[in-house]
């Protein structure tokens, strides 16, 4: 870490070391491809095919990639070209990982979304973004396309799975649809440099409009060397078990691992007992969570043989997890644990808490998020957390005022505030701005408020995050309501028309998981909503709200 500026202590200083290796994610594929052409590479925990129809389901890292470009002619027939974004709002599946390859190593640019989010909010990314492709999950198709039309994008629209089984209407891309295709690549596409954009990562803004983070194929190379090199070795003979969703933490370290040699199983849906049984079934030895993925695994994993065997690393991040739940997970994976704490702005890892950290038994030591990551440069200005290096963004998609908000200096504001103890371990203790974590996912409060506010009956609306025992935060909404002052539950039809308004705009996650009536909003010298004051209004009603029903993560 780099001395600080305004005052504050930080740590001991480190020096970034350089980053060996392929300096773009296209060679990063193309390395793999040549070193473990006939290992086995790729297949779905979830379907038994996938594409070659072995009885053992699995591809080689040489049918991934002739998949690939495939799957690259595909996308230029759609009008996809160099530099083009492409949209891929899909569940874990062998298809998104083929098409990640394909994406990433045709020199086309990745935008990868939960396929959770609704058709409106993919299509406002996919317009902001101009994407010329839009792949999507089937029976999505229609209402994307119109979320499309509404936003003014003219995207073409895909529907994409691992299978189909009778599926009729528009034809759904799958590994064996490619598989069986004869299109060749294009020609001529240039191979991407190390300073080209590689994709976009979709974060929320302050304002409720979604900003694109811009990673550059040498930024994430540098993150994959990084990564990598605070995880026990990972290459052929390992597999991982990709539950986290792909679109997010977890995609990033399975494909980390990916272009070091070692397989994937994909799994769509988490389930903590269908998770320890894939384990058993497929050897996995690296296991990458989601914190409430990791909480759940550890009590699913307590009525079972503890510690779960063949297990040699579980990254985890994305939101903080309480010692209280990781004091289990560590006895059902003794020595694997690693937490990863970064950002889409600056890639994870930044801080790392390591296995021997969780194993240790030191008081404080699991509440805390690590020791800064080699060649990490880090510093706190004003309790605020700053990093500087090859790993953080190049800035945000055609939005040149918040990319010059964002740096000091040219050190990147994470707006994390933290504390740093003599022994060099980072405390997160807030958020200098509004962001609600809630289960690994960023949600900004107006996002959610520009939805609740519109409702029959409400006069005013805000949102804040409130500790959840599940996921972290949860969003909890604070509603006033027409026909002067009221405490308490919202109506029954204030509710369910809330419940509405949410199920039409916003993802499962998105939603409040409570809804609290309040007489008035507190609000600042300014005008605006002093959310400090509504969470300590809010705290003690979390258990007598009207609640909403959630998707799980």
Request: charged share 20%.
């Amino acid at each position: 870490m780099s001395a600080p500026d305004h005052g504050r202590a930080s740590g001991p200083a480190t020096t970034p070391r350089p980053v060996s290796g392929p300096a773009t994610v296209a060679e990063q594929f193309a390395r793999a491809e040549a070193a473990y052409g006939d290992r086995r590479a790729l297949r779905s925990a979830d379907v038994g095919h996938p594409a070659t129809g072995s009885a053992a389901g699995w591809l080689t890292f040489a049918q991934v990639a002739e998949l690939a470009r495939t799957a690259v002619a595909r996308l230029a027939v759609l009008g996809a070209g160099p530099g083009d974004r492409v949209v891929l709002a899909l569940p874990n599946s062998v298809l998104l990982r083929v098409l990640d390859r394909a994406v990433l190593g045709s020199g086309l640019v990745r935008v990868a979304l939960s396929p959770r989010l609704h058709p409106r909010e993919i299509a406002g990314i996919a317009a902001d973004c101009g994407a010329r492709v839009v792949c999507c999950t089937p029976g999505a198709e229609q209402a994307v396309r119109a979320a499309l039309a509404h936003a003014g994008a003219s995207a073409a629209v895909t529907a994409c799975a691992d299978d189909a089984p009778g599926r009729t209407g528009s034809p759904v891309l799958t590994p064996a649809v490619l598989a069986a295709a004869s299109t060749p690549p294009p020609p001529g596409w240039p191979a991407p440099a190390p300073a080209d954009i590689a994709m976009l990562m979709y974060s929320s803004g302050t304002t409720g409009r979604p900003k694109g983070v811009v990673v550059t194929h040498g930024t994430w190379a540098a993150q994959t060397v990084r990564a990598l090199g605070v995880l026990p070795p990972v290459g052929p003979g390992d597999v991982v078990l990709a539950v986290a969703p792909m679109s997010h933490f977890g995609g990033s370290i399975g494909l980390d691992c990916a272009v070091s040699g070692a397989a994937t199983v994909t799994m769509s849906r988490f389930d903590a007992g269908a998770v320890l049984d894939a384990v058993e079934a497929y050897g996995v030895t690296v296991l990458p969570l989601a914190p409430v993925m990791l909480e759940r695994i550890a009590r699913a994993a307590a009525p079972r043989t503890a510690p779960v065997p063949g297990i040699r690393a579980v990254p985890y991040g994305g939101s903080p997890l309480g010692a209280e739940a990781l004091a289990p997970a560590a006895e059902v994976f003794p020595g694997a644990l690693t937490q990863f704490y970064g950002l889409a702005e600056a890639l994870a890892p930044l801080t790392v808490l390591a296995p021997a950290d969780h194993d240790s038994g030191v008081p404080g030591r699991l509440a805390s998020a690590g020791r800064v990551a080699d060649g990490v440069e880090l510093r706190l200005a004003d309790g605020e957390i700053e990093v500087r290096g090859d790993t953080v963004m190049a800035g945000y998609w055609n939005r040149p005022e918040l990319t010059a908000a964002a740096f000091r200096d040219g050190w990147f504001r994470t707006g994390d505030l933290a504390e740093i103890d003599a022994d060099g371990y980072v405390r997160l203790t807030g958020r200098s701005g509004e962001t609600i974590v809630t289960g690994g996912f960023n949600v900004q409060p107006a996002e959610v408020e520009r939805v609740l506010a519109p409702v029959a009956g409400v006069r005013e609306a805000a949102v804040v995050g409130l500790p959840h025992p599940e996921w972290g935060e949860g969003v909890t909404a604070a509603v006033v309501l027409d026909g002067g002052p009221r405490t308490g539950t919202p109506g029954e039809d204030v509710l369910a028309a809330l419940a509405r308004a949410c199920a039409g705009a916003l993802a499962g996650y998105k939603k409040p998981v409570a809804v609290h009536a309040v007489p008035e909003i507190p609000r600042n010298a300014a005008g605006k909503t002093d959310r400090a004051a509504l969470r300590k209004l809010l705290t003690g009603r979390s258990g007598g709200s009207g609640r909403s029903e959630r998707e799980e993560h």
